[in-house]
């Protein structure tokens, strides 16, 4: 995720208006939780500053684990907190709230979700209607049905979290997962729909999902000149302008400004503290907090980070000329997309010249800078 994750954690980015990790709390409370512990490190003041001591009238506690040695020894952390049954999820997942109310009601369970590539996935085999072992990323998968990351554990299992050291050099949460179905029946569930959202372009087809999720709902100030169509939320101290269309799904936060004139459509979150301005059209595009589009721009399927200042005329490309998916570099490596249409990653406080030009795929790292009339090829 990075630049996106250089100020924030991961899980703390913004999906829709909250955290992804604000979702999968959602999701464990609608299904019953009585108390949520988050397994905290990097970065945890922003967790701590957002859920506080309750959630939805769920308390709230904190582990931090001091030395990072897999998912195992995240859970183990917590180990004084677990009193019965207990349920883990990844603060960096979305799943579907129907699905994990169901993985809590047939515990002990594991979530799982069918796959057209289960060989990259741990593949759950099924008899007699409980799971008889997980194979990793097998070569042979015998089936379609992959782990989603999701588990409720009976309360035996706080013995078993003592795993060692895989040979990647971490405790696993699946190793203990394997001693689980040795010793109880284990349900599957099948979720419509996770996602472990990792990548910048998850960042986005994540808010694709949850923006759809919406009903529409206007507290902010809408111009009786705007045109809000569909499904929009425009948060109370939001404001469209003259002139202005919002097509929904759309999201525009507190403290946002839409307009005058400007074109705001699919599925795009605008952030707090966000600047569309005149003559600006923003596309199926995430906006995080305090970004400047001033005027004359045009942003298409993008991730731009917070405070960012776009420079008059900033135009970016989304598309490649030889139809192909869009790659993007991450860890050195470009990665394809899989995506048509994709346009640039965008890090914390980067600055455009006017009438600069992104090209698709390109990502800016935090506090790059462009000249006036530049055209990005590359990332910097």
Not at 167 to 185: K, S
Request: hydrophobic content about 40%; overall charge negative; glycine content about 10%.
């Amino acid at each position: 995720m990075r630049p996106l994750s250089n100020e924030v954690p991961k899980p703390m980015l913004t999906v829709a208006g909250q955290p992804i990790v604000g979702h999968t709390a959602e999701a464990a409370v609608e299904a019953g939780a009585d108390e949520l512990v988050m397994v905290v490190g990097y970065g945890q003041e922003t967790v701590r500053e957002h859920f506080g001591s309750s959630y939805r009238g769920v308390p709230v506690s904190y582990v931090e684990q001091d030395e990072q040695q897999g998912t195992a020894d995240a859970v183990r952390a917590a180990e004084e907190y677990i009193d019965g049954a207990f349920a883990v999820l990844y603060g960096d997942n979305l799943y579907d709230p129907d699905g994990i109310d169901s993985l809590f009601d047939a515990a002990p369970s594991i979530a799982s979700i069918r796959v057209p590539n289960p060989g990259n996935y741990g593949v759950l085999n099924v008899a007699d209607g409980a799971v008889a072992e997980i194979v990793e990323k097998p070569d042979a998968p015998r089936n379609d049905l992959v782990n989603a990351g999701a588990y409720v554990f009976p309360a035996e299992a706080r013995d078993m979290l003592d795993v060692p050291l895989s040979e990647r050099g971490e405790r696993e949460l699946t190793d203990v997962l394997d001693r689980v179905i040795d010793e109880f029946n284990v349900s599957p569930v099948t979720l419509d729909r996770w996602m472990d959202v990792g990548r910048p372009w998850e960042l986005l087809e994540a808010n694709e999902w949850k923006l759809k999720t919406f009903d529409r709902r206007i507290d902010g100030d809408v111009s009786d000149d705007a045109t809000v169509q569909g499904d929009v939320v425009v948060e109370a101290g939001a404001t469209v302008r003259d002139g202005s269309v919002v097509e929904g799904p759309a999201y525009v936060s507190k403290g946002a400004t839409v307009g005058p004139n400007a074109y705001v459509r699919g599925c795009t979150f605008v952030g707090p503290g966000v600047h569309v301005g005149h003559a600006v059209e923003i596309k199926n595009s995430v906006l995080l907090a305090e970004t400047n589009v001033g005027h004359l721009s045009y942003v298409g399927d993008s991730v731009v980070g917070r405070r960012v200042n776009f420079g008059a005329g900033t135009n970016v490309a989304n598309l490649r000329h030889d139809d192909e998916d869009v790659s993007v570099t991450v860890k050195g490596d470009r990665v394809s997309t899989g995506r048509r249409k994709f346009g640039v990653v965008v890090g914390d406080d980067v600055k455009t010249g006017i009438n600069t030009a992104l090209n698709a795929g390109v990502t800016l790292s935090e506090g790059a800078q462009t000249a006036p009339g530049e055209t990005v090829t590359t990332d910097r």
